[in-house]
Each structure stands twice: as structure tokens, then as C-alpha cells.
């Protein structure tokens, strides 16, 4: 079991930054691979950044250039740094991992952080 545990959302204007932090119970060298995803409200939730043990990272349309992923391999901490937010970034924010044990692929959400980018 993983649990994941979301922080840093909040209020920022237009072209502003935050960076979100997940929280992961077990150790990150343990987890497979672990992604933002967000949900607007009256839209599908979506991707937004994912990157894997392996060294893979793959980005949204919408935020490449601006949003990053980074890992902090001693707090078991993922962190989501956004900057040059848009209104359009205004979301719920959620992380996901992907953790494989006896050859079966376990996926983890954690309780979503609100950000919300005025105009």
C-alpha cells in the first residue's frame, strides 16, 4: 500500500508560481513511475506531467516549458513546481504513482490539492 499525500495549492494571479508537494509513504526508489494529473470542474481529469524510475518524463502540451517535476529521494517527496500560471491552469491537482509488486501494477492517488489562478 502507498499512500500520497498532496500540499502547496492555493490562490496566485496570472503569471505567478507554486509548487505542490506529494508526500509518498514507501520509499520513491520502490514506486515504478508517478504523475500530476488535474481535473477542472466539467472536465475529464488529465495528465499533466509523469516521469518513471527509468528517467522518462513526459509533459502536457499545455505546460511544457513551464511546469517541472523534481524528487526529493530522502523525504520520499515529488514536487510539481508551476510557474507562469494561467486562469486556464485552475484545477484540482492530484498525484498518482504506479508501484509493482508479485508482477501486478498497483496505482495510488492522493487527495487532490486545489489551485486556482485569478486573471
Known amino acids: 500500500q502507498v499512500q500520497l499525500v498532496e500540499s502547496g495549492g492555493g490562490l496566485v494571479q496570472a503569471g505567478g508560481s507554486l509548487r505542490l508537494s506529494c508526500a509518498v509513504s514507501r520509499s520513491i526508489f520502490s514506486i515504478n513511475s508517478m504523475g500530476w494529473y488535474r481535473e477542472a470542474p466539467g472536465k475529464q481529469r488529465e495528465l499533466v506531467i509523469t516521469w518513471t524510475n527509468s528517467g522518462v518524463t513526459n509533459y502536457a502540451d499545455s505546460v511544457q516549458g513551464r511546469f517541472s517535476i523534481s524528487r526529493d529521494n530522502v523525504k520520499n517527496t515529488v514536487y510539481l513546481q508551476m510557474n507562469s500560471l494561467k486562469p486556464e491552469d485552475t484545477a484540482v491537482y492530484y498525484c498518482?504513482?504506479?508501484?509493482?509488486?508479485?508482477?501486478?501494477?498497483?496505482?495510488?492517488w492522493g487527495q487532490g490539492t486545489q489551485v486556482t489562478v485569478s486573471s
Open positions: 498518482y504513482a504506479n508501484q509493482e509488486r508479485n508482477k501486478v501494477l498497483y496505482g495510488y
